[in-house]
């Protein structure tokens, strides 16, 4: 072989190695998405199952202004579903109390002018 068959040679090595991990990547992604996806659901399910329509509608109202707050009460309410914490289902008045008690107090905050 001459010097340029191997360089030719090395060059389609290089290409299909990178073609494949190409692939991999995007193999990788995708099941990544698909666990995400197959999470939320879980999520869902387990939100329906403890949580009344009312409470529900209130998390989504809460969702739509304050996604990251939102998100935040969704892991406590299921991390007192999983402990066993949550008797029956938890109702919009519950649901309101949980709210103001994962709301940062804004008092905290005294700025004081010199």
Do not use: C
């Not at 995007?26 to 999520?43: S, T």
């Not at 209130?58 to 914490?85: C, D, H, T």
């Amino acid at each position: 072989m001459s010097d340029s068959e191997d360089e030719r040679l090395e060059q389609l090595r290089q290409e299909k190695l990178e073609q494949m991990q190409e692939q991999g990547g995007e193999e990788a992604q995708q099941a990544q998405q698909e666990a995400q996806a197959q999470q939320e659901a879980q999520k869902k399910a387990m939100l329906r199952q403890h949580l009344t329509d009312g409470a529900r509608k209130r998390l989504n109202s809460v969702k739509m202004s304050k996604p990251e707050f939102a998100e935040q009460a969704e892991r406590q309410i299921l991390a007192l579903a999983q402990s066993g914490r949550v008797q029956g289902k938890i109702d919009e008045e519950q649901m309101k109390q949980l709210l103001s008690e994962l709301k940062p107090d804004s008092k905290s905050f005294d700025i004081q002018h010199r």
